[in-house]
């Protein structure tokens, strides 16, 4: 499948409406004031585009593997609602869970394009494993409250994405764009675990803070231009 001319020219639109987006929520978060809006609404604005632009691309491919990446990115929007728009931190949780769906999305989508059993039930072994490990270091650490676990085992499974996706890198580097866009999500997750922990003395953690949506939006603009990617071999739908 080729992309058309009106394909490339819808792309262009969407990448250059996520860096209008992105440029404003980033110069909302120095405190350069160019609007009264909180940058929030630019940050949650710019998922909604990215779910948008996915569904655009299912609607185009009409194909079984189109359908994982807006399925992630709608656990997605409900994950940064509860993280991003929700002011009781109470709640945190559901938008952790939300994310460790979206993460699972993705590995069945990793799957699905490799199409090997043996690889599918490894990752589950090694993935249970890693999870198990992180959280019994975590508990003799005295982390044993709800959301550090699941952020635990969130982070094992995003970390365990990244590492299997060389796998479609094999099969072709178009996927570079997927890898980097998971890339790009573990680099926004460090930031937020450092800015959450503290661990190290004379960082700077309003830098931090900045840190995690500078690499977050773009990881989900390269996630949802992956879904567009042209593939071989399109099990069609309907």
Not at 23 to 49: M, R, T, V
Not at 52 to 76: D, G, H, M, N, Q
Request: charged residues 15%.
């Amino acid at each position: 499948m080729k992309l058309k001319k009106a394909d490339k020219i819808i792309i262009s639109l969407f990448v250059i409406l996520e860096i209008l987006i992105y440029l404003s929520f980033l110069l909302l978060d120095k405190n350069i004031n160019f609007i009264e809006i909180d940058s929030s609404y630019f940050k949650y604005a710019g998922i909604i585009l990215c779910l948008v632009f996915s569904l655009y691309s299912l609607i185009l491919k009409r194909s079984l593997e189109a359908i994982f990446i807006p399925c992630a990115l709608v656990f997605t929007l409900i994950s940064d609602y509860f993280l991003l728009l929700n002011p009781d931190p109470e709640l945190f949780i559901y938008g952790l869970v939300t994310f460790i769906i979206t993460q699972l999305i993705y590995f069945l989508f990793l799957s699905f394009k490799n199409k090997s059993l043996f690889e599918f039930i490894l990752n589950i072994v090694i993935r249970l494993i890693l999870t198990l490990v992180a959280i019994v270091v975590a508990v003799s650490l005295g982390y044993k409250d709800a959301l550090t676990l699941l952020a635990l085992s969130y982070f094992v499974e995003l970390l365990a994405n990244f590492v299997y996706s060389f796998s479609l890198i094999k099969l072709d580097k178009k996927y570079l764009i997927f890898s980097a866009g998971l890339l790009l999500f573990i680099g926004c997750d460090i930031s937020v675990g450092l800015n959450n922990v503290h661990l190290f003395d004379g960082i700077d953690y309003s830098l931090v803070n900045y840190m995690m949506w500078v690499f977050y939006l773009p990881s989900q603009v390269l996630l949802s231009i992956s879904s567009i990617i042209p593939s071989k071999n399109l099990v069609k739908l309907g």
